[in-house]
């Protein structure tokens, strides 16, 4: 995905890393270069918001249970697969 203007950091690497930083698993110079990305690009901030609200959603509902293994990468790939449906699909 790209909204097609520039920035410092690309839209493909705001989106690969955004669990990091809903989960708070970055530095605070990272946070804040995704935070002004998130700022600046719309397309980013609506994706954003929907991984925000699927993590709520998960912690909701499964924040006592244990997590196997492996569970975020079919998730996160599962997530991959629907963005390019949906992208194909626009």
Same mark, same amino acid.
């Given at each position: 995905m790209s909204c097609g203007n520039p920035h410092d950091v690309?839209?493909?690497? /705001?989106? $690969? +890393?955004i669990y990091?930083?809903? $989960?708070?698993?970055m530095s605070a @110079? $990272?946070?804040?270069s995704i935070r002004q990305h998130? $700022?600046?690009?719309?397309?980013?901030? +609506?994706e954003f918001g929907l991984e925000e609200a699927v993590k709520r959603l998960v912690a909701k509902h499964c924040g006592c249970d244990p997590v196997p293994d492996?569970?975020?990468?079919k998730v996160? /790939? +599962?997530i991959r697969q629907?963005? @390019?449906e949906f992208e194909v699909s626009e």
């Open positions: 690309p839209c493909s690497e /705001v989106l $690969d +890393r990091w930083y809903l $989960d708070g698993e @110079a $990272d946070c804040e998130l $700022d600046e690009c719309s397309p980013c901030l +609506r492996g569970l975020r990468t996160l /790939v +599962r629907l963005q @390019a």
